[in-house]
């Protein structure tokens, strides 16, 4: 199994433009979401999904979507990148609440 | 919602002294706790996690933690540390009847080992 794989690893945008943050897990898991990384902040849940077709907001979901479209992938999109955007991103799956998540390598993304 | 507190942001420690990472959770009811470990430019990776029953957990590596559900504290530990020990460390709760996006981290501490 290659678990959860994210790509690209790094990316560097100018500010108002657009792009998307693959996710993908070969696990069979129901629950995905989407975190971004801020030095001194932990993780901040940005949007998750319990399933194919149902998504959720979660702490910080301003300026981004996804959409689940299938059991195995979960895109970021980012609507009109903004220089807060600068943040390592990750992707993670799990089974339930009882089990812990499987995180991918993240992506490293500046917005200029 | 619930909180996360993680005591330290930054734990300098000998190779081979023992260390103990703190976290603080603001719950009342049952909750379900996790701790992970982010080695430099890697994701996150389980250590351990409390469900129910003991309240001393084992995990990977040598580490534990226990739960102390009067102090609401999950505190990590190791009795002797080595250099690859060195990376970030967070702790994460969720009420166990909260759905899945509702997990939360802590800030994270910062674990640097040094000869």
């Known amino acids: 199994n290659a678990g959860v794989t994210q790509t690209p690893k790094f990316q560097v945008l100018k500010t108002g433009q657009s792009m998307t943050l693959q996710c993908a897990q070969d696990m069979n898991h129901e629950y995905m979401s989407w975190y971004r990384q801020d030095p001194g902040m932990g993780l901040r849940l940005i949007h998750y999904s319990v399933g194919a077709g149902i998504t959720d907001q979660g702490e910080v979901p301003n300026g981004y979507n996804v959409s689940r479209s299938t059991t195995e992938d979960f895109p970021l999109r980012l609507l009109s990148a903004a220089p807060s955007q600068t943040s390592v991103y990750f992707c993670?799956?799990?089974?339930?609440?009882?089990?812990?998540?499987?995180f991918g390598p993240g992506t490293r993304l500046t917005v200029t | 919602a619930q909180s996360v507190t993680q005591l330290d942001s930054q734990v300098p420690v000998f190779e081979e002294a023992p260390v103990e990472l703190r976290c603080n959770y603001s719950s009342s009811v049952s909750v379900y706790l996790f701790w992970y470990v982010q080695y430099p430019n890697q994701g996150l990776q389980l250590l351990l996690k409390y469900l129910s029953g003991s309240t001393l957990v084992k995990g990977i590596n040598g580490f534990e933690a226990e739960f102390n559900k009067s102090q609401t504290s999950f505190h990590l530990r190791k009795p002797s540390v080595h250099i690859s020990d060195t990376a970030e460390y967070f702790c994460a709760v969720i009420k166990t009847t909260d759905s899945w996006g509702k997990l939360q981290f802590g800030a994270g501490t910062q674990v640097v080992v040094t000869p």
């Open positions: 993670a799956s799990s089974y339930s609440n009882r089990e812990g998540q499987y």
